[in-house]
Each structure stands twice: as C-alpha cells, then as structure tokens.
C-alpha cells in the first residue's frame, strides 16, 4: 500500500497485492487502482481520483501524502475509499495525455474514438466505479490543477445535474479552499460528470493551482484542500470558509470545428476574465461569437485543442 504510487510510476505490480492494517484493509486492483475498507461501518462511499491529466501533478502528491499518513495509522478511515490514479502512462511520461484526452471520453464518450491507451482507460474507470459503489452516500472528489493561471486560483466545476446540489456538499467545497464554483448545465465527457450521472454521486472537479512537474509542487499551497480531505476521511467536518464561494453558471461553450477557429482572447488570458455584451470572443469561417450578457468570464480558453472539443466555457454569476 505505501509503495502505491511508486508502483504506478513504475508499471509494476506490488508482490502483496492486499493486506489488513489497524482499522482497514486494503486491495491494490490494478494499475493505479487502490481500493480501502474500513472495518467499522462505513459513512459512504468516496472515490478521490487525480493524474486524470498526467502533467497535472500536485493531487498525486497530496494523495501520497494521505495514503501514507493512512498506512502509517496517523489517520483514521470512516469512508470505503477508492484511491484513482486516472491516466498511468500519461503520468509516467510527463505529458496531459498520449493520444486522447481521457477527461472527454466518459459516458462512453470513448465509442467516438479510435482504440488507444486513454480509451481503454475510460472503459476501465467506468466499470470500476460502478461496481465500486454500493451506500446510499456516494461522492467523487476529481483532483486537477489547471494549465493556465485563474483569478480565482482554486475552484471546482460541478456536472450537470437535475436535482438541486446538496448544501452540505457544497459548503465542503468552500472548507477545501475553493474560492469559486462553476456548475454546467449540459452533459460533458469528464470524469465527475459520469459519476454524477452514471452512478448517482456528489461529484465535483477540483482545479486546485497551476500544473506543475512532478516533485516541483509546493504543497503548503494546498493545505485547505488537505486538511479538508483528512477530516472527510475522519467523518469530521472541516473548518468553513468566512465567505462562501463564488457561484457562476455555464451559458455557452466555444467549440473548435475545424483549424479556421480563431479565439481573440490573448494565449496568457486568466480563467474567469471578464468580457462584455458584444464583445467578439471567437470566430470560424465567417462565424462571429460574441458575449451576450453584460458580462460574462472565460473558463479554460484553449485554441489549440482537436477540432470537435471544446475551446472555452462561457459563464456568468449564478447569484
């Protein structure tokens, strides 16, 4: 269990593929797959996934950091715990993925794409965390970290959802150091939102900094993200924000269609930069988009992406 991560970053499997500490047992599943039980009754069911980019690497870190304070018995455990490391090759080499982004295959979004490493991988995840989930109380944290810096440098995106988001859920979120919240409106390819959908959990992504390399991160910037982990972990509740966080709401996404797609946003734009009515945002092939609302903020701008992915989130205040 401790060498977790170095066995991922290895492709080896453990020689102890399962064993029993004080207070939980553990089973190494396969690749970058960890599943802990404790032996109390459960509060729920939790799945803490990250490396779902594989340059995305300081909730790899922080996970270690957890797994170890776990087998070292400085943590007690409340939850059934499964541990993700979500794209294994990617991870090892350095890179956001190998041939597709992973984070657009879920809910068998995979089916558009040809054979391949990250396809196979979301088939993989998917059955995994349906077979993993069996308690009423179900939740999915997604650990990310971002490419591009934000004005709110911590925040977390929440699927789409037909029923209203549970408050406590939420207020969680704000204890995790999440300065704003973004919740979509239509089905997406990613992760939370098939574990939102697809298997009836609270599911949410955190974007908690700037990628870094692997062994580069600093970690003290994520110490309200950890700290609300372990008391999860515990079955505490953590210490809540003064303020809670900012709430905005999805109202369009900019899609590359072809390589005629222009995004007149400069490559160094902040996440949740501010344009207005009117203001021209993108164009392609004689197509203008423009803001609609007086005023609306960029989320992940990226021009460079495929052609049929998504280029930027447009969104607004949700208060």
């Not at 699927?159 to 209203?164: G, V």
């Amino acid at each position: 269990m401790r060498d977790f991560l170095a066995r991922t970053l290895n492709g080896r499997a453990p020689q102890a593929q399962c064993g029993e500490q004080r207070g939980f047992s553990w089973q190494w599943r396969e690749e970058g797959i960890l599943s802990i039980a404790p032996d109390a009754e459960p509060v729920g069911d939790l799945v803490i996934s990250a490396a779902i980019h594989g340059n995305e690497t300081a909730p790899v870190e922080l996970l270690d950091a957890i797994i170890q304070a776990l087998a070292a018995g400085e943590l007690p455990l409340r939850w059934r715990l499964l541990v993700l490391l979500g794209n294994p090759g990617a991870l090892r080499a350095g890179r956001r993925y190998q041939a597709q982004d992973l984070n657009r295959l879920f809910s068998q979004g995979w089916q558009r794409f040809p054979e391949g490493a990250e396809r196979e991988r979301a088939r993989l995840l998917e059955q995994r965390l349906m077979e993993f989930y069996r308690a009423p109380r179900r939740w999915h944290l997604d650990l990310h970290t971002a490419l591009r810096e934000s004005l709110h440098p911590r925040f977390g995106v929440l699927p789409a959802s037909q029923t209203p988001w549970d408050e406590g859920f939420l207020a969680w979120l704000g204890a995790a150091g999440l300065e704003a919240l973004v919740f979509h409106q239509s089905p997406a390819g990613t992760f939370s939102h098939f574990s939102h959908a697809c298997c009836a959990a609270l599911s949410a992504t955190l974007e908690l900094g700037k990628a870094r390399p692997l062994g580069d991160n600093d970690l003290t910037q994520f110490r309200l993200a950890d700290m609300a982990l372990r008391a999860l972990l515990r079955g505490e509740t953590p210490v809540m924000p003064e303020r809670p966080p900012r709430r905005y709401r999805v109202v369009r996404q900019l899609t590359k269609q072809s390589e005629a797609f222009v995004l007149h946003m400069a490559d160094q734009t902040p996440n949740f930069t501010a344009f207005h009515a009117g203001d021209l945002l993108a164009e392609e092939s004689g197509r203008r988009y423009l803001a609609r609302y007086p005023t609306e903020y960029v989320l992940f701008p990226n021009p460079r992406v495929a052609p049929g992915l998504r280029a930027g989130l447009m969104l607004i205040d949700a208060e």
